[in-house]
């Protein structure tokens, strides 16, 4: 994890300002994190000591059952916070959330703001419109498992967590987020590479044909 200083991070707060997200100064403090791919932006267990806002890049939520088994439940995306339910609740509730690209956030630490962000009329009412568009989000999900065939969902799934057009994802957790049988899941990404739509790499995928996976995707986001 770096930590932007001096004149990349004034660059950064200035051309991906929040600052219409609060009632009240923030800049001072705030600082501008960088997480590259597969680095943990919070270790399970942990709880948060920042309030973090996404910028730049997307990553994916984890958590370990208690007979050990570990499932992807949930990504976050670009303008997307990650640590509010511990602002709003002395109960922890993030789990392990690992950066899927390179991801840069603004992080507010919580012992200097907490109070302040409680009060915000501001910040409370953009949080709730985000809070509820994940709900939404997490719904639809669910929805769509029923309504639309794997191919759809895999494409969907291709583009949110590839990075510069390689997808390397693991099988197993790909089934158990989808909700498929490993056997579905390889014939649907054997047809991708027949259409030419990806092409394998050893153990990963590059994305050839982006735009045929945009429209199987632009289904579900078009719900």
Not at 50 to 72: D, M, P, Q, R, W
Request: net charge neutral; charged share 30%.
């Amino acid at each position: 994890m770096e930590i932007y200083k001096n004149e990349k991070r004034k660059r950064y707060l200035e051309e991906h300002s929040i600052a219409h997200l609060f009632s009240f100064p923030i800049d001072e403090f705030v600082e501008v994190r960088e997480y590259k791919r597969d680095e943990w932006i919070i270790q399970e267990g942990m709880r948060p000591d920042f309030l973090y806002y996404v910028i730049e890049g997307k990553a994916k939520i984890y958590l370990t059952h208690l007979n050990g088994k570990v499932s992807l439940i949930n990504f976050i995306n670009e303008n997307e916070y990650v640590g509010e339910m511990e602002l709003l609740n002395d109960v922890y509730y993030t789990k392990g959330i690992q950066a899927t690209t390179k991801t840069v956030c603004f992080a507010l630490p919580f012992h200097r703001f907490r109070t302040q962000l409680l009060e915000d009329v501001v910040f409370l009412r953009e949080l709730t419109k985000l809070l509820s568009a994940k709900a939404t989000k997490m719904a639809a999900k669910y929805s769509q498992s029923l309504a639309f065939p794997l191919e759809n969902r895999l494409a969907e799934f291709i583009l949110q967590t590839a990075d510069e057009r390689i997808y390397k994802e693991k099988h197993v957790s790909v089934c158990d987020f989808l909700g498929v049988s490993y056997r579905h899941l390889l014939h649907v990404l054997g047809q991708f590479c027949e259409k030419g739509y990806l092409k394998k790499e050893g153990r990963h995928y590059r994305i050839q044909q982006l735009s045929a996976l945009e429209e199987l995707a632009g289904m579900l986001r078009a719900e």
